[in-house]
């Protein structure tokens, strides 16, 4: 069974910059969400994808904004690049009827 | 205040000591509850998975939960030096609720010497 993947693993970008990090969910699971983690900080949750709708949304402004294909892997959008928007970006995936969400190992963004 | 509070640590012990982690909430709407390891720039890895409260063991793993008291703990038993990582408490009000949102404790750092 293969895990939750996501590209790039780096990324370094600079202030008003857009840049785009996708998510490949594990075998069999339909709903994908993405968190975001500042260094010592736990995940905070970003928004959820099911059946490539957005179903759910944290305390992220609109530039933040993300797609889910039809073969549920996703996509994560962010426009104009802020400083703080330097974090671990983190995919998980679980299936419909579970409550267990199964992270990917993250893309580290630098915001210079 | 935050939802999910965690105390950082570090948590230093010796190789073979019993290990307590602990989170309090304050949302009682929570109903399932989980701990995750993670290790120095990796993604979370799922350990342990409750469903309301009550006790669940896995191995040298054991998950408490108490929401009663609002409070959860994680006890890891012959602690071991690969078990040194972050441990992060989640927690949700369920899906049937509308959408899956895990809340998440800062995390604690334990150091497990040898």
């Known amino acids: 069974e293969t895990g939750v993947t996501q590209s790039p693993t780096h990324l370094i970008k600079t202030r008003g910059q857009q840049v785009t990090l996708r998510c490949s969910s594990q075998?069999?699971?339909?709903?994908v969400s993405w968190y975001q983690q500042a260094l010592g900080q736990g995940p905070q949750f970003i928004f959820q994808?099911?059946?490539?709708?957005?179903?759910g949304r944290g305390n992220f402004p609109p530039r933040f904004s993300g797609l889910q294909f039809p073969n549920y892997s996703s996509e994560l959008n962010v426009n104009a690049l802020e400083l703080d928007d330097s974090a671990l970006y983190l995919c998980a995936s679980s299936r419909d009827n579970e409550e267990t969400q199964y992270f990917g190992p993250g893309t580290r963004l630098l915001v210079l | 205040q935050k939802e999910v509070e965690q105390d950082p640590g570090p948590l230093s012990v010796p190789e073979g000591a019993i290990v307590s982690l602990n989170c309090t909430y304050s949302n009682s709407a929570f109903q399932y509850f989980m701990w995750y390891r993670q290790y120095s720039r990796k993604g979370p890895e799922l350990l342990m998975y409750t469903y309301s409260s009550g006790n669940k063991e896995d191995g040298r793993f054991t998950a408490q939960v108490d929401k009663s008291s609002k409070y959860i703990s994680l006890f890891i038993r012959d602690s071991q030096p690969s078990d040194s990582a972050t441990y992060l408490c989640?927690?949700?009000?369920?899906?049937?609720?509308?959408?899956?949102?895990?809340?998440f404790g800062t995390g604690t750092r334990l150091l497990v010497s040898p």
């Open positions: 075998s069999g699971h339909n709903t």
């Open positions: 994808y099911y059946r490539e709708e957005e179903n």
């Open positions: 989640a927690m949700n009000r369920g899906r049937n609720t509308g959408f899956q949102k895990l809340v």
